[in-house]
């Protein structure tokens, strides 16, 4: 029966289906990390995630990147009934991606997604020039407007949680940091001196400061204090271990234990590294506290759509609104180009580019009585 099972695990996924393309669920099947060149029928899968691996990095991406990457190439291969990529050509890779946008509608951020894992593949694994996709069908970029909520608004979310995703959720407004950037946080980046949140390869792989509230200096030093409690606790049991950014580990080979390289908000599990083997701890996931925005803002019955990214947008929304400069807003969100920042000048239009309805006119006692 062992055999069985064993001989069944590794046995070649049937062709069935893949002439349309796979579904969205199929592409995360562990059979499909084995393909197969239909002319030598030898597998080569697996030494090309090994060459993604290795490739990405080599120019220091993410693991999110190549988690992102990988899975568009998967899909990019079982599209072309699981050919190499070194056979497919501008019209396959064209013929894929004009898939996604025509037949999928994906949106435009998704559809450029995939053609920079392609183009990532070709140049730096592969080493094949990319070639020219002028019959390439894009995906239209709507022009959008970020959501926003009022200062009341803000604090009765806020009001809705608590312990750590409380004081994460009050980081993205108050400080305006980006979901990763404050799970991300470690013990050196806060300065109570100055006031100030230093983050470390932030938005384009820049290094920024940016506010730190001073409302929230007390319950942030209580939650140091227990998250101390905690790594002391590692440290006696041969643990306490975080990740270092970079090959850190090699020139510090104990830096990964100090203290002020400990996360702010570390999860509440460790893990084994079996690299380095070391008793690790990370940092908490972001889904505790989308999960938890989502929650509370449905508690509250909002009418819009409301996510961890709502925050920071009210954050230089409200900054706006009171006055600040353009270019400050921009330097403490790290915005590369002031147009990006410029989005939120939306708010400083009451209603219709400030100007007023002529039935407003006709009864300005209402209009006064629903403002109040």
């Known amino acids: 029966m062992k055999k069985d099972m064993k001989k069944e695990r590794t046995h070649p996924v049937p062709d069935a289906g893949f002439a349309r393309g796979p579904s969205e669920e199929s592409i995360y099947h562990p059979l499909f990390s084995i393909f197969q060149v239909q002319e030598s029928q030898k597998p080569f899968g697996n030494k090309l995630r090994a060459d993604l691996r290795e490739a990405l990095k080599l120019r220091h991406y993410s693991q999110k990147t190549y988690q992102a990457y990988w899975a568009w190439i998967q899909r990019f291969i079982l599209f072309h009934q699981k050919r190499h990529p070194r056979s497919l050509g501008p019209k396959e890779i064209t013929a894929f991606l004009t898939h996604l946008a025509s037949t999928k509608n994906v949106s435009a951020s998704t559809q450029n997604q995939a053609l920079s894992a392609l183009l990532f593949l070709y140049r730096n694994v592969l080493n094949i020039p990319f070639p020219k996709l002028d019959k390439l069908v894009h995906a239209k970029r709507p022009k959008t407007l970020p959501s926003v909520l009022s200062p009341q608004e803000v604090q009765a979310l806020l009001a809705k949680l608590n312990g750590p995703t409380n004081l994460m959720a009050s980081l993205l407004y108050g400080a305006g940091l980006r979901l990763l950037e404050c799970c991300q946080l470690r013990i050196q980046d806060l300065d109570f001196s100055t006031k100030q949140i230093h983050i470390h390869a932030g938005k384009g792989k820049k290094d920024r400061f940016t506010i730190l509230p001073s409302h929230l200096k007390p319950a942030l030093q209580k939650h140091i204090l227990q998250t101390q409690e905690m790594h002391n606790k590692d440290l006696q049991k041969g643990a306490g271990w975080v990740a270092l950014p970079s090959a850190l580990h090699r020139k510090y080979p104990n830096a990964g234990k100090e203290w002020s390289w400990q996360w702010v908000f570390p999860a509440t599990r460790s893990y084994y590294h079996k690299e380095t083997q070391q008793t690790r701890r990370h940092h ?80 300005p006692h209402s209009m006064e009585e629903n403002e109040s």
Do not use: W
């Open 284 to 363: 908490l996931h972001e889904t505790v506290l989308q999960c938890a925005v989502r929650k509370a803002a449905k508690e509250l019955h909002f009418s819009r759509r409301i996510t961890c990214h709502t925050l920071p947008h009210s954050f230089a929304t409200h900054l706006f609104q009171r006055g600040q400069d353009i270019r400050t807003i921009q330097e403490l969100l790290g915005h590369k180009d002031v147009k990006t920042t410029m989005i939120y000048t939306h708010v400083l239009n009451r209603g219709g580019l400030g100007v007023q309805s002529p039935l407003d006119d006709l009864f």
